[in-house]
């Protein structure tokens, strides 16, 4: 009776020690980060963003959680601010603002003690306004679209709290306009969007 007492506490022992050796080695791997960030971004290809605005420029910020080994989640906020290039394609509406929210699923690879790349895709919201120019109201669009991108990271410190994050993203926008003419609708409702961000990182 006191073998099969002793052998039970010892199974009961190591399946313990299991236990927390397995939950340690997974909290090690979440780690939580923000990060703020300036941006640039233009429109590429045919369509009315591109000839309708110069370059989008903005400041924001995002946060980051490491969820699972090399896995995690993060969401940004940008406000975006453009110039009008060409006033008769616009119409009769002031210089346009842009809040843009990103949301996206990240994979971190590890090049050396102090460099990092990170793959990630996710989805988008935008929405856009511009005044009336005879200050009678704002004009208001929203529209979303798919993202994906990668970031560059450098530590700064001995800590590794410090980072500077250079990122690239590509957004597909879709405004969903309708129009009879599918060349048309797909003119003024679609466009693909590069930007490029430099952020300075927080971890904790």
Do not use: C
């Amino acid at each position: 009776m006191k073998k099969i007492l002793l052998f039970s506490l010892a199974l009961i022992s190591v399946s313990a020690s299991s236990q927390r050796r397995k939950k340690q080695d997974w909290t090690e791997n979440v780690q939580a980060s923000v990060d703020p960030h300036v941006k640039i971004m233009t429109s590429l290809g045919n369509n009315f963003l591109k000839d309708t605005f110069g370059y989008f420029y903005g400041f924001g910020i995002g946060g980051n959680l490491n969820v699972y080994k090399n896995f995690g989640v993060g969401a940004e906020y940008t406000y975006f601010l453009a110039t009008v290039k060409d006033r008769d394609r616009f119409g009769y509406l002031g210089a346009p603002s842009m809040n843009n929210f990103d949301w996206y699923v990240f994979h971190r690879d590890k090049i050396s003690e102090e460099f990092y790349v990170e793959e990630l895709v996710g989805y988008s919201t935008y929405r856009i306004k511009s005044p009336y120019l005879d200050n009678s109201g704002q004009f208001r669009e929203g529209n979303g679209g798919l993202n994906f991108g990668a970031k560059a990271i450098y530590t700064i410190d001995d800590t590794g709290m410090q980072q500077i994050v250079f990122g690239t993203r590509v957004n597909f926008y879709n405004a969903r306009i309708g129009n009879q003419n599918p060349d048309i609708e797909k003119y003024y409702s679609r466009a693909v969007l590069l930007n490029f961000s430099l952020a300075y990182r927080i971890n904790f």
